[in-house]
């Protein structure tokens, strides 16, 4: 646990103190942070191997199924860094620092949370999150609607898990502890009543908003729109999987006996989210709204997959986050080098592209295709199993699911063929050509998804 | 709910009709006399209309790190060799060697084989019991 | 004002406040009280501006019927039990009373209109008196008595939840802001003072803590409205990096030591069967969260152009003490780890 938290606590005093004579700030940083990804590779291997949750820390440990997690924060943070470069350039060094010290401060509690075995320090780390997110929207955001972007971001997170707290703590209560290592041999709990469903629901909706849930997602795609490069990366990739890490550490262990009944309505809800938001994704003009939208698609079809409590739902709900998590951060990077060039995320403005960013292309090319779960990457893995334990459950879920894969497909091919193909319009003519830092960005996000073909079993968690 | 749906139903020819407009190219047949006209009209990229100087212009070989070709060049150095090298290749080659986690390759090995084993002995593919229960040695009641 | 003037005053201060604590007699309790307020008073009223002393006749007329009523509940309760003594006051009559003078003293929701109109006429140091040292004879007192029925004290930390919250919301006012955040903050603490008198005083603590660095900054940066506050960033850059942190541990989100608090109390409420009400009280933290939030946006996280009057202050440097700012604002944000020594510190 020390050997990736504490190189992160030094990043602060790097940032602080470094003298960028050869090499900006930006670049150290993201280097050390690079290497804090391989530290924590090395380590989360290990301890997936060897350790299982066994000999650490009773605070803080990984399980079988959460280095993915700390691995994919420690992964997608020096490529946020590397991201923010041409949004930092013209920032006074102090500033460049504070964002920085930010973007380490969040990769922090991230660490924590993913790691954290008492209920109350996830929870503790959970909110902890939303502060250097918040800053990042709404401080380093572009538009004046960023302000209330944060405010949307900030209190549909927070009420929705001021009742979590309460539900741990009535849950400490009652058992005594908020250990998972202890709460797995606690007596199940006797939920009958009324009130215990109200619990339930307080204890779950935290992580179904942060999802976030068709009808309590209206935070996430004006979050994304005003949000920075770095904020919407981070905000896609890695704090929606908080929510739904949470749900799968939530369901698994207390809310056992109830959640058979109290799921269903959550579950058609998140599945009609996936061809609602579909339906949105075909008529969006703004090209962040539409990666946005699409976030909450495919996150719908996680938390159908984790609500159906099979074994094949759990380990398609992971892989189906480590390859989102991959896969709509490089699109929000493609968006960004589009804004960057163009000061506009109108889909309509940037159109033609693959005539004077030939390169760029074919990582649209590659990001489509993987937001579309084309065979063999692993989003079709982590769909294919969602489907899969969801027909089990229900044959009639084939129809929302269906036509969810069919209008993920069409939004994202109308994406890739309207920013790539057809002609280019006039105005694009003078566009700079791109740069080899993103197409470091860019190999840095996709490459990983194309190997983990070869390696499927590294994200599967339960099954393989 | 009822009440939308007028409005998408007339909604819906304005899209079809829009949809025809949205898609062909408003822009002149392109071909080298098209393209020679538009950049004529438009100046180089030195002048592009947002007031921007493209960093191409002072370095050529610019990666996008700085704007200093030396920290520019050392940055993309850098950069290529922590990200692709070091955790691309050699992280990918560390993972590629790891030892077999929870048994989980030999399990499947174990498995495959003992499913071949048996179909060539003409047994079930599962025995009923996985102990044989003659070897099994119950205690006796009596002692106590 | 003199120093030695101003150095009596502080001392009857103090000395008022010392005998509340040290009393177990209603009488003298009520003395301390009284001590206390005539002492405020030549301290909030030392500018002679209209609003300075419209303020101090409101706190005098609002602190003198709070003592009296409480002096007359004492003597009620000497009248049916026989005894002056604080811990043994058992009529449910009197206590009922004393609550809620109590209450009024400390501005306490539904009786807490006086507060920002009070706030609102005096200057930042004495605001910070007022929002913190004033508050700790009655809260002293409210802490011995025993309230022979719960409800009365939910609904009074509820309506002060909520009261404040709401209150806040619609002003620009930062000392108004301030009083209403004061009036939200003590909802918190009476909630629990029936159930943990030792969390009631770590709530205090933590709230003074809190309430001191915010005060200590609005006066560095002599900021009394939004708008001042919007142009106070290019005065102290980093500064004003850290007050959204203060601010934000005021409302009381998790990373800070403000959540602190707010946490232990919950914990409490819910273990003494009252998650309905933990709930509530947590959701009503929003309301005051957004006027936080408010301040943040204004301070640190929008870039408000700076006029040129506004730029000579740059260059001038404060004669205030930054120590103190900077011990309070370390310790407003950064005490959360420390929950474990802050319950011993306590004896919870």
Not at chain 1, 73 to 99: D, F, G, K, V
Not at chain 1, 442 to 448: T, V
Not at chain 2, 85 to 98: C, E, N, P, R, T
Not at chain 3, 279 to 304: K, V
Request: aromatic residues 10%.
């Amino acid at each position: 646990m020390v050997k990736f938290l504490f190189p992160t606590l030094m990043l602060h005093i790097h940032a602080d103190l470094t003298n960028y004579r050869l090499m900006t700030l930006i670049t150290q940083s993201s280097g050390h942070r690079l290497m804090i990804a391989m530290i924590n590779v090395h380590l989360t291997l290990k301890m997936a191997q060897w350790l299982d949750e066994q000999h650490l820390n009773p605070y803080m440990a990984q399980t079988p199924y959460l280095p993915h997690f700390v691995l994919l924060t420690c992964w997608l943070l020096p490529l946020m860094i590397i991201s923010s470069q041409h949004h930092m350039a013209t920032e006074p060094i102090n500033r460049q620092r504070t964002y920085i010290m930010l973007l380490t401060s969040l990769q922090f509690f991230l660490i924590l949370a993913f790691s954290a075995t008492e209920l109350i320090m996830f929870y503790l780390m959970f909110e902890a999150t939303l502060l250097p997110t918040l800053m990042i929207i709404t401080r380093w955001g572009n538009q004046a609607e960023r302000l209330n972007a944060g405010m949307y971001f900030l209190f549909y997170t927070l009420a929705s898990s001021l009742p979590l707290l309460v539900a741990l703590l009535l849950l400490q209560n009652t058992t005594g502890t908020l250990s998972l290592l202890t709460l797995q041999y606690s007596n199940p709990l006797n939920l009958s009543t009324y009130a215990d469903k109200l619990w339930w629901a307080g204890c779950l909706i935290a992580f179904l908003v942060k999802m976030p849930l068709y009808g309590a997602h209206l935070w996430l795609p004006k979050a994304h729109v005003e949000a920075p490069v770095a904020g919407s990366m981070i905000l896609a990739a890695v704090l929606l999987k908080l929510g739904g890490y949470g749900m799968m550490r939530m369901i698994l262990l207390v809310l056992e006996p109830l959640s058979k009944e109290l799921s269903y309505p959550f579950i058609v809800f998140a599945l009609w989210g996936v061809v609602m938001t579909g339906l949105i994704c075909l008529r969006q003009t703004d090209l962040k709204s539409l990666i946005a939208y699409s976030s909450v698609s495919h996150m719908g079809l996680v938390v159908g997959g984790i609500l159906v409590q099979t074994p094949w739902g759990f380990a398609g709900a992971l892989i189906l986050m480590i390859a989102h998590g991959l896969t709509s951060s490089a699109l929000f990077c493609l968006a960004n080098t589009n804004y960057e060039r163009i000061h506009s995320r109108n889909i309509l403005l940037a159109r033609g592209l693959q005539m004077v960013l030939p390169l760029m292309t074919t990582w649209w090319f590659i990001a489509s295709l993987a937001n579309l779960a084309l065979p063999p990457l692993p989003n079709l893995m982590g769909e294919l199993m969602i489907l899969t334990s969801l027909i089990n459950w229900s044959p009639w879920t084939l129809a929302l699911t269906g036509a969810g894969v069919l209008i993920t497909a069409s939004y994202s091919l109308y994406m890739f063929l309207m920013t790539q193909r057809g002609p280019l319009p006039t105005h694009l003519i003078a566009l700079d050509p791109s740069h080899s830092r993103e197409h470091l960005l860019m190999a840095l996000h996709l490459l990983p998804l194309l190997l983990l073909i070869f390696k499927p079993h590294l994200i599967w968690g339960w099954v393989s | 709910m009822l009440t939308r749906l007028p409005r998408l139903g007339l909604s819906l020819p304005r899209l079809l009709r829009n949809h025809p407009v949205r898609f062909v190219s408003q822009s002149k047949p392109s071909g080298a006399a098209g393209v020679a006209a538009v950049t004529e009209l438009h100046p180089p990229a030195e002048k592009s209309d947002h007031g921007e100087v493209s960093p191409y212009v002072k370095n050529p070989d610019y990666h996008g790190f700085s704007d200093d070709p030396v920290v520019d060049e050392w940055n993309m150095r850098v950069g290529f060799f922590f990200g692709i090298s070091v955790a691309l290749v050699i992280g990918g080659a560390f993972i590629h060697y790891l030892p077999d986690h929870g048994m989980r390759e030999w399990a499947r090995r174990e498995a495959e084989r003992v499913i071949v084993q048996r179909e060539q002995e003409g047994v079930p593919l599962l025995s009923e019991y996985y102990y044989d229960p003659n070897k099994i040695v119950v205690p006796g009641s009596g002692e106590e | 004002m003199s120093p030695y003037i101003l150095a009596i005053l502080l001392f009857s201060l103090g000395l008022g406040t010392t005998i509340t604590f040290s009393s177990t007699h209603w009488l003298l309790a009520w003395v301390g009280l009284e001590i206390n307020t005539l002492a405020m008073l030549p301290l909030m009223a030392q500018n002679h501006h209209p609003r300075a002393v419209e303020a101090a006749t409101k706190y005098f007329l609002i602190q003198a019927s709070g003592a009296a009523v409480l002096l007359f509940a004492g003597v009620i309760n000497a009248w049916l039990t026989g005894q002056w003594d604080i811990h043994q006051a058992a009529h449910p009559l009197p206590i009922a009373i004393i609550t809620l003078a109590l209450s009024l003293k400390l501005g306490l929701a539904p009786l807490h209109s006086w507060l920002p109109e009070v706030f609102q006429g005096l200057n930042l140091t004495t605001n910070l008196i007022l929002a913190t040292w004033q508050k700790l004879a009655p809260l002293a007192l409210m802490l011995q008595i025993q309230p022979p029925h719960s409800s009365l004290l939910i609904f009074l930390g509820l309506m002060s939840t909520l009261g404040g919250g709401w209150g806040g919301l619609n002003q620009t006012q930062l000392r108004k802001i301030l009083a209403y955040s004061s009036t939200a903050q003590l909802g918190w603490m009476i909630l629990v003072v029936q159930f943990s008198p030792s969390l009631t005083t770590l709530a205090i603590l933590v709230y003074v803590v809190t309430t001191s660095a915010t005060f200590l900054t609005l006066k560095l940066n002599k900021a009394t409205n939004i708008n001042m506050l919007a142009i106070s960033w290019a005065k102290a850059p980093a500064l004003m990096a850290l007050t959204p942190l203060v601010l934000l541990s005021l409302a009381g989100l998790p990373p800070m030591t403000g959540f602190m608090p707010k946490w232990l109390i919950l914990q409490e409420l819910s273990k003494q069967g009252l998650p309905a009400t933990a709930t509530i009280t947590a959701l009503t933290a929003l309301l005051s969260l957004y006027y936080y939030l408010r301040l943040t946006y204004a301070m640190t996280l929008t870039m408000f152009p700076n006029n040129i009057t506004s730029t000579p202050p740059w260059r001038l440097p404060s004669a205030q003490l930054t120590l103190p700012l900077a011990i309070l604002a370390l310790a407003a944000i950064s005490l959360l780890p420390l929950t474990p020594a802050a319950m011993a510190l306590v004896a919870l």
